[in-house]
C-alpha cells in the first residue's frame, strides 16, 4: 500500500482573499530559496492573495529567521519563514536547524499568528533541490507552505 505524503492541505473554505502574508527567507542556498519563495508567492496568488498583501524581507541565513519573525510577525494574518539548511562538516546544521525551530514554534505561540515552518534541514544538495522542484518529477515544497498559511490564517481570522 503506498502511503500519501501528502495530506489534502487546503480545506475548501479557506480563501487567501484580503490576508496579508509576509515571507521572511534567509539568503544562503539563494538558488533553491528563490525557486521556494517564488512558487509560494505564486500559490498565495492563485489562492486568493493580492500581490500588494504579500510583504517580502530577506534575512542572511536561517539563523536570522525567529528575530525577524518577532519583530515584524504581529501585522501580518500569517508569516511563512523559508531557509535552506545543507548539512556540513561541521556542527553548525544540527545546532541551527533545531533552534530554528524550536523559535518559530515559540514565536507563533507568543505573537499568536500563524508561522508556517518553510525551512528545509538537508542532508544533501540534491535533497535541496528536489524539495524546490528544481529536479525533473519533484514538486516544489513552496506549494504546501502557502496552503497552509491561507488555511491557519482563515482559522485566526474566523475567531477574532
Ligand atoms: C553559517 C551558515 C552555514 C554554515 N550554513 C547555512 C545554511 O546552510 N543555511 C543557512 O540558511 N544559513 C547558514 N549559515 C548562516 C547562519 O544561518 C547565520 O546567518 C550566521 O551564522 C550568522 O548568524
Known amino acids: 500500500m503506498q502511503v ?17 502574508v509576509l515571507i521572511v527567507h534567509a539568503r544562503w ?14 500559490r498565495l496568488v492563485e489562492l486568493g492573495v493580492r500581490n500588494a498583501d504579500i510583504s517580502l524581507k530577506s534575512v542572511p541565513g536561517s539563523f536570522e529567521l525567529p528575530y525577524a519573525v518577532s519583530q515584524l510577525a504581529s501585522q501580518y494574518d500569517a508569516v511563512i519563514a523559508i531557509g535552506v539548511l545543507i548539512r556540513g562538516d561541521t556542527m553548525h ?18 505573537i499568536e ?10 542532508n544533501t544538495e540534491d535533497q535541496a533541490l528536489e524539495r524546490a522542484g528544481l529536479i525533473q518529477g519533484h514538486r ?10 491561507v488555511e491557519m490564517a482563515s482559522l485566526d481570522v474566523l475567531k477574532r
Open 4 to 20: 500519501k505524503s501528502k495530506c489534502n492541505v487546503i480545506s475548501k473554505l479557506a480563501t487567501g482573499t484580503g490576508l496579508k
Open 140 to 149: 516544489n515544497l513552496g506549494e504546501d507552505w502557502a496552503e497552509a498559511a
Open 93 to 110: 546544521f544540527e545546532l541551527i536547524a533545531e533552534a530554528v525551530c524550536r523559535q518559530l514554534l515559540q514565536q507563533q505561540m507568543q
Open 113 to 122: 499568528r500563524p508561522i508556517i515552518f518553510g525551512v528545509l534541514a538537508c
Open 29 to 42: 542556498n539563494s538558488t533553491v530559496v528563490d525557486s521556494l519563495v517564488n512558487r509560494t508567492i505564486e
